[in-house]
């Protein structure tokens, strides 16, 4: 079976940094895209960095310069490294991969197959 198994996140001081897993079950992530959103308590879903499979990751203005889409080929897990945290990066965070018809996940709406549980990262000011 495919899925998709997260892990990371928790509670950090802003300034701070904390690392998201994503680990694809069942393919590998070298042979899809992937994406990570968020979702904020009442705020709409935002589509924080995607990486296609044979291009170099995208991110939204809100985490640029601070994340980075990281991958492990000998772990078949991808990344996401968040930096200089601010208390608005405070969200549950979706990874999400394989291309396929869009999916309805919270509020989030994305082209993926699979997605991630969700995990939390709260960040305090």
């Known amino acids: 079976e495919e899925q998709v198994l997260e892990s990371g996140g928790g509670s950090v001081q802003a300034g701070g940094s904390l690392r998201l897993a994503c680990t694809p079950s069942?393919?590998?992530?070298?042979?899809?895209?992937m994406a990570w959103y968020r979702q904020a308590p009442g705020d709409s879903c935002e589509l924080v960095s995607t990486?296609?499979?044979?291009?170099?990751?995208w991110y939204a203005d809100s985490v640029l310069g601070r994340f980075r889409f990281a991958r492990d080929g000998a772990t078949n897990t991808v990344y996401l490294e968040m930096n200089s945290l601010k208390s608005e990066d405070t969200a549950v965070y979706y990874c999400?991969?394989?291309?396929?018809?869009?999916?309805?996940?919270?509020?989030?709406?994305?082209?993926?197959?699979?997605w991630g549980q969700g995990t939390q990262v709260t960040v305090s000011s």
């Open positions: 990486r296609h499979r044979d291009g170099e990751p």
């Open positions: 999400a991969a394989k291309n396929g018809p869009p999916r309805r996940v919270g509020t989030c709406i994305g082209a993926f197959q699979h």
């Open positions: 069942g393919f590998t992530f070298d042979d899809t895209d």
